[in-house]
């Protein structure tokens, strides 16, 4: 079916401000009140001039001891898991972050890397460990694209990235002895979700936990996207075929049902259920936490926060930062039950799905 989608008219689904009667809602989305205390600024020293490069990580770092294969596209490179926890890091969170939410996304990353490569182990078969596609694994980026992207900022970013990484060197979280399924996502409203309700399977370490974005806070947090409704009924049909939608699109949706964090559960389309986590993915939608309005066009998704909700909000993590809250705090709000550790390597245990 992603194959199917992916061959759709997409361009005729537009981010735009429209006007309209909001008919499905979980009663209203009243924002958290804004921050009183402007977070500290996080621009960081910048390095001295000159040509910008990375500053050299330490000799006895636990994480140049480490080695990973990463696939990149067709490519398996080989490369230490400091090389690579950089270059993730980079591809991931914003390096103007504050530098204890960037020391949390290292672990985050790291620990990732390590449950891939000995807990999973789905790219095993390819001769990998992790690879650089970050709809499968963690994005990615090399040293030259990351001096692309931060331009006369390099050296600056550079540095912040390389103390994340030197200061959390070697620890990864644990749960019940092997590396947890570290996800992450961008921002969430009110709450984070669990796993179970996003995923199948549940795990104890993911559950939904308070978070606290506030739209004044993060830069995107609402987004307004509208679905023609020619677009809604052929992508419906592409994925639910047995769906009967007829000549008015005010009878297309019934039964929605909402979360108490006010993310979509559920709905039925043409008189079959779909859940929120489908309606996401379907029309490409920032989040399941939205509001749904009928146009006379067709259907207005208003969302709130960007990602899956699942695991440690980036945003949410940079404003616990700046409020004062330490990596080690940040994750074990957002990974209920977890223990550090710095496991050595080889780690115990052959591959095997969690």
């Known amino acids: 079916m992603r194959n199917k989608l992916s061959a759709l008219a997409a361009p005729l689904?537009?981010?735009?401000?429209?006007?309209?009667?909001?008919?499905?809602?979980?009663?209203?989305?009243?924002?958290?009140?804004?921050?009183?205390?402007?977070?500290?600024?996080v621009s960081g020293t910048p390095l001295p001039s000159g040509e910008p490069s990375f500053p050299p990580l330490p000799d006895n770092l636990a994480d140049s001891a480490v080695m990973l294969k990463v696939k990149d596209e067709d490519n398996v490179i080989e490369m230490t898991a400091a090389e690579y926890i950089i270059g993730a890091l980079g591809g991931e969170m914003p390096a103007a972050f504050n530098a204890e939410a960037l020391s949390a996304q290292a672990v985050a990353v790291r620990t990732y890397a390590y449950y891939t490569k000995h807990v999973s182990g789905k790219h095993r078969d390819g001769g990998a460990d992790v690879c650089t596609d970050s709809s499968c694994c963690q994005a990615y980026k090399s040293k030259d694209e990351l001096r692309e992207k931060w331009g006369n900022k390099f050296a600056e970013y550079s540095y912040k990235l390389q103390t994340a990484v030197s200061q959390t060197d070697g620890i990864i979280m644990e749960f019940e002895g092997k590396p947890i399924f570290a996800a992450f996502f961008s921002s969430a409203y009110l709450a984070t979700e669990s796993?179970?309700?996003?995923?199948?399977?549940d795990l104890p370490y993911l559950v939904s936990v308070d978070t606290p974005e506030t739209a004044e806070a993060v830069s995107n947090f609402i987004t307004e996207t509208i679905v023609t409704t020619d677009v809604f009924k052929e992508y419906i049909l592409v994925n639910y075929p047995e769906a009967k939608l007829g000549n008015d699109h005010s009878d297309w949706l019934s039964d929605v049902e909402f979360s108490e964090n006010k993310r979509l559960r559920t709905l039925k389309a043409g008189g079959v259920s779909?859940?929120?986590?489908?309606?996401?993915?379907?029309?490409?939608?920032?989040?399941?936490a939205m509001e749904i309005e009928v146009t006379e066009s067709g259907f207005l998704f208003r969302t709130y926060g960007k990602g899956h909700g699942v695991g440690m909000s980036q945003w949410g993590a940079n404003l616990m930062a700046g409020q004062g809250k330490a990596w080690r705090e940040i994750l074990t709000h957002y990974y209920t039950g977890i223990e550090f550790n710095v496991p050595g390597e080889p780690f115990a245990g052959n591959p095997q799905e969690a």
């Open 13 to 41: 689904i537009v981010s735009i401000l429209v006007i309209g009667t909001v008919i499905f809602s979980a009663g209203g989305f009243a924002l958290p009140p804004k921050e009183t205390d402007a977070p500290p600024d």
């Open 195 to 201: 796993c179970r309700d996003v995923w199948t399977g």
């Open 274 to 288: 779909v859940s929120g986590t489908a309606i996401r993915k379907i029309f490409s939608l920032s989040s399941t």
